[in-house]
């Protein structure tokens, strides 16, 4: 019994010290270690982030997917109430941007953080581009927000709203 409950601390100990390889100028980088530990400073708070993450493997998940304040391409500010709002209303905002004004649409110019200034030519990029962000029927919001990050990347009035 001793063994097993050693070989699980091992384990977890190097579970932990092994997802801090994927931590990013914030801290604690990203996964479900990062959702639950978010906002917080400290040596426990980024201890423990880095152990859920490392005890669960989500941050190869979050990686490979774009999930879990991950993203193997751009990410839009790279936070998470813009990723959940843009999932949770997804169907809203694409007919906000097909019209180029509406209020899903604000609200997501609001959660990337475009100022007031940047607001039109923002809403202007996402009529004109439309097919590129949301191209496929079966685009998922994940896609959608790194497709934006690429297009917010790509115009220079706007490419400071991509972390």
Not at 57 to 76: A, E, H, I, K
């Amino acid at each position: 019994m001793k063994k097993v409950i050693i070989a699980t601390c091992v384990v977890a100990l190097s579970a932990a010290l092994s997802s801090t390889a994927f931590a990013e100028s914030r801290g604690m980088g990203c996964g479900l270690g990062y959702m639950v530990w978010k906002g917080q400073k400290g040596i426990l708070p980024q201890t423990s982030a880095g152990t859920t993450n490392g005890t669960f493997y989500n941050q190869y998940f979050g990686m490979t997917v774009g999930t879990l304040g991950c993203s193997p391409d751009y990410t839009v500010m790279n936070n998470v109430e813009t990723t959940l709002y843009a999932e949770v209303n997804f169907d809203q905002i694409k007919r906000d941007m097909a019209r180029g004004e509406g209020e899903y649409l604000s609200t997501l110019a609001s959660l990337v953080g475009v100022e007031e200034a940047d607001r039109a030519a923002f809403y202007t990029l996402t009529r004109e581009r439309y097919a590129a962000l949301v191209g496929s029927a079966g685009i998922t919001s994940t896609e959608f927000l790194n497709n934006l990050g690429r297009e917010l990347a790509a115009t220079p009035a706007l490419a400071r709203y991509v972390a």
